[in-house]
């Protein structure tokens, strides 16, 4: 049976997350926290492993309130807080009451109360009062309460609850993010998987990494999808995320609102945007300009949206927000990937663009493309039919279609691609310079040329300092292609060199192709 079900809170498999140790001592000294994660991130499943984790001291009881009842207002937030505990709630006023009733029983003298769709408790359109009442008088019963722990999980209604409460719970409360699973994580999850009797491969498991971006709904979804594959390939966990994009878009709307609701500020939007233009470090004076957004009815400065979207699994930030540049880049995954296709007219110019921007992305995430390497060697690039499977994701969300059984007689091609119905292809081929017969790269393309076929590309990768990389490219692979031109690239590009070559098939065929260079760093830790 499928172990795998994206769509549970309760699911048959899960991993511990590393963020509930660093909370369970404030909430076991009587503290207050809030747990910020977007949607898909796996608070539910948070919750109640936070739960688990605390009730092993035995004077320490934790209960969960999954979220507010459904008429919402003060006095029904509080009668559902007494069925909690189990304890009267006729003629309660406040929760000072209900605790007092509740620590007179023989219970355990330390109690952790876990507030789960905390979003649902803040009205987005202003009508917040009834929550607003409820956490306040919370918040005055911790304070006044020895032995009373708080924790509520939830998003961008966090903020809408600090502008309403002001000083109250949230303003002495912890903030704990919740991230997406690391490729370790994803490795362990994977695991029921990886032991059946046919095993994903590695590649596989690189790639479903990279499609989800360690986002844990997107994860599962990937590993319930692949659960009935015989023999699941690189090209299949594209296909199996892409189909996702079709199917759950009502999803991706929530998705979308949990970090970035236009109704409340266009702030996050601004500084997302700013993210994905940049490569890997924002300045303090664009994310000031990108969060000063007048007219928003949300407050929200550069560290609350950079928290916003880490706890949406979009970015990864390195070192401190307060540093000048903040080191902040997009995570690998379909979430993050570009969706507007080049405006160019023609076929060869479209695919030039498209793939320029798609580089642009994949340079951005570039951490996210290394494996650890075996025996105790350091990281290394994951194998090109990764890279191969990411660009074709790619592609397809830029309008593409991609033939994933693209066959010749020479072999397959890394990428085949057609584009509104048109019987014209281009074929995309990656390498990564040192590995298997690079050298060969452009006498590769010429083999997979046929009639149909007007365009064409080389990505070569390297995660190395190559000196004079550019000429010694030139020499070593475009000797055999006529008259190489360099290419101009828009500025900002992170394609350290390009260059379009004019030649024959080896059936006869004019043939343009691109080559573009790309060097890939490791990242900052």
Not at 161 to 178: H, I, K, N, P, Q
Request: glycine content about 10%; aromatic content about 8%; charged content about 25%.
């Amino acid at each position: 049976m499928n172990p795998y079900n994206w769509q549970s809170h309760h699911p048959r498999v899960e991993i511990p997350r590393a963020e509930a140790g660093e909370v369970t001592e404030t909430l076991r000294r009587g503290g207050s926290a809030v747990a910020l994660g977007g949607r898909g991130m796996g608070k539910s499943v948070f919750l109640r492993q936070l739960k688990e984790e605390l009730e092993r001291s035995s004077d320490l009881r934790a209960l969960l309130v999954a979220g507010p009842p459904m008429e919402l207002s003060a006095r029904a937030c509080l009668g559902q807080l007494a069925a909690v505990l189990g304890v009267p709630a006729a003629g309660v006023r406040g929760s000072s009451q209900l605790l007092e009733a509740y620590f007179a029983g023989d219970v355990p003298g330390r109690l952790v109360l876990l507030f789960d769709e905390f979003d649902r408790y803040a009205d987005v359109r202003g009508l917040a009062s009834a929550g607003r009442a409820f956490f306040n008088d919370l918040e005055l019963t911790r304070r006044d309460l020895d032995g009373l722990g708080v924790l509520a999980a939830g998003s961008l209604a966090v903020f809408t609850f600090r502008d309403s409460l002001g000083s109250g719970f949230l303003s002495r409360a912890d903030r704990l993010v919740l991230r997406p699973f690391d490729r370790e994580q994803v490795a362990a999850l994977a695991a029921p998987l990886l032991a059946r009797q046919t095993p994903s491969s590695a590649e596989v498991l690189d790639a479903l990494y990279l499609a989800s971006g360690g986002h844990p709904a997107l994860t599962t979804y990937g590993l319930g999808a692949l659960w009935s594959l015989a023999s699941p390939t690189e090209r299949d966990v594209a296909g199996l995320f892409l189909e996702f994009q079709d199917k759950n878009r009502d999803f991706l709307l929530d998705f979308q609102l949990s970090f970035a609701d236009p109704r409340l500020s266009e702030a996050p939007q601004r500084v997302w945007d700013l993210v994905r233009r940049s490569d890997g470090e924002v300045s303090q004076a664009d994310l000031l300009a990108a969060c000063s957004v007048s007219g928003d009815d949300l407050w929200l400065d550069a560290a609350d949206v950079l928290d916003l979207l880490q706890a949406a699994g979009l970015v990864r930030v390195a070192g401190s927000k307060r540093g000048n540049p903040v080191l902040v880049s997009p995570i690998a995954g379909i979430l993050t990937l570009p969706t507007v296709a080049s405006p160019a007219p023609g076929l060869r110019e479209r695919l030039r663009g498209d793939l320029v921007a798609l580089l642009s992305r994949l340079h951005a995430s570039s951490a996210d493309f290394f494996r650890p390497g075996a025996g105790g060697e350091g990281k290394r690039l994951v194998p090109e039919s990764v890279f191969a499977g990411f660009l074709a994701m790619g592609f397809e969300l830029l309008g593409w279609k991609v033939e994933r059984e693209a066959q010749s007689v020479a072999g397959r091609t890394d990428v085949r691609l057609a584009r509104n119905g048109s019987r014209e292809r281009a074929v995309v081929e990656v390498k990564i310079w040192g590995r298997h017969d690079y050298q060969e790269v452009h006498r590769q393309v010429a083999s997979y040329w046929s009639a149909d076929t007007v365009a064409g590309a080389v990505v070569m990768l390297t995660d190395k300092e190559i000196p004079d990389w550019p000429e010694t490219y030139e020499r070593k692979c475009l000797d055999q292609a006529a008259s190489p031109v360099v290419l101009e690239l828009p500025v900002e590009s992170p394609v350290q060199a390009a260059w379009i070559t004019t030649g024959k098939s080896a059936d006869g065929v004019t043939m343009d192709v691109d080559h573009l260079l790309l060097r890939l760093a490791r990242g900052r830790s």
